[in-house]
């Protein structure tokens, strides 16, 4: 498949902490940028708001708007009033500004891409977010407690408690099982020259995408390269998993999922060889590149990780950039 080597298409899927990483990279990358956002959240100011008014868990979609601000002082600030939080001892605690404004334009417009794509305008957004499906969902799982005897099954319900779930998840699924996907978020995935997923909460965030049946055909469908984006360390509801597992549950919730890319940090990967088999068994070459800060946390370091991508867009899957089909050698 041809595409503008500078100026790719991209469909980055998650939510939270790990697509605001993914997407501030990416920016730096790409001007035809689209962010999938799952809508699954059931805490906090979202939750709230979810339950009080019937409407799309904003949080999650705040987020990767502020991510996509640009690094000016009008984006700077826009992003802060954002991401501001109140400090009260009334019903406005803990409430995100932006997840008020949002609902507020989804309730004057009727329309939640809509309401989105006004916030973006304000903020300057590189880009523009989409909600997954076109209705709240909620996230269960079956996650295997050590009890010391083998261990046993429990049904966790919510995303929240998913998210934090001590045991192994084992299975995940989506209520209603059968969600509509928001037509604009289907037609991203379709259009895009590249597919990103991952970095994030790897059963909540990203895995939650391959759930929704006309998301998950897209992802199945679309002609665009697939790179899957490896975690720093493991979180809440991956303790204990390594990178090996982190793929082989993905095999598992999309055993036909071709991808052509996984991108890990070389300290997040336990074991090489096995990491490379488990990426080759969906078709995909391991590259590993140092996208994390430097100052030893789990946290990606924006310019780095936009490197890795911009890496991955020229097939510079090595020392040397991949060669186009049919190309001689160079004089």
Known sequence: MAFSSTRPAVTALGGGHGLSASLAALRHVSDRLTAVVTVADDGGSSGRLRSELGVLPPGDLRMALAALCDDSEWGRTWSAVLQHRF???GPLDRHATGNLLIVALWELLGDEVAGLDWVGRLLGARGRVLPMSAVPLAVEADVRVDDGAGGHLETVAGQSRVATAPGRIEQLRLVPSDPPAHEEAVEAVRAADWV?????????????HLLVPELAAALHETSARR?????LSPDGETSGLTAVDHLEALHKHAPGLRVDVVLADPTAVEDVAAAEEAAAAMGARLLMRQVALGDGSARHDALRLAAAY???FDGVLGDVRAPEP????RA
């Open 310 to 312: 911009r890496d991955v």
């Open 227 to 231: 790179c899957v984006t490896l975690n």
């Open 326 to 329: 049919g190309a001689g050698p």
């Open 87 to 89: 400090d009260s001892a």
């Open 196 to 208: 990103v997923l991952g970095p994030g909460s790897w059963y909540s965030s990203v895995l939650v």
